[in-house]
Nanobody, 123 residues
């Protein structure tokens, strides 16, 4: 079964940190770019950042620059989203998506999507 599974979400205080994981099964993640998206209640889904096959991150959201970073461990078939200095406005469901025949700079659509993990930033 081809799927992505996110984990690592939870409740964190403002200024705190979380690391989200996106584990792929049924396919080799090293052949794919992986993008992180988020959707807050009542808002449209927005791109957060994308991790290229070589591990380079491309930010999609100006609001996360300098605070969020992406990485990948192909041996574990896993991609990560490191989130620091979290703010209440970062509260959302975070999704990862894999795309094989695309580049981070021209993301069109994902081939696979995870089910999402909730991140809540609140005191």
């Amino acid at each position: 079964q081809l799927q992505l599974v996110e984990s690592g979400g939870g409740l964190v205080q403002p200024g705190g940190s979380l690391r989200l994981s996106c584990v792929a099964s049924g396919f080799n993640v090293d052949n794919y770019i992986i993008a992180w998206f988020r959707q807050a209640p009542g808002k449209e889904r927005e791109g957060v950042l994308c991790i290229s096959r070589s591990g380079r991150s491309t930010n999609y959201a100006d609001s996360v620059k300098g605070r969020f970073s992406g990485s990948r461990d192909n041996a574990k078939n896993t991609v990560y989203l490191e989130m620091n200095s979290l703010k209440p406005e970062d509260t959302a469901i975070y999704y990862c998506s894999a795309a094989r025949f695309q580049m981070c700079t021209t993301w069109g659509r994902g081939d696979y999507w995870g089910q999402g993990t909730q991140v809540t930033v609140s005191s």
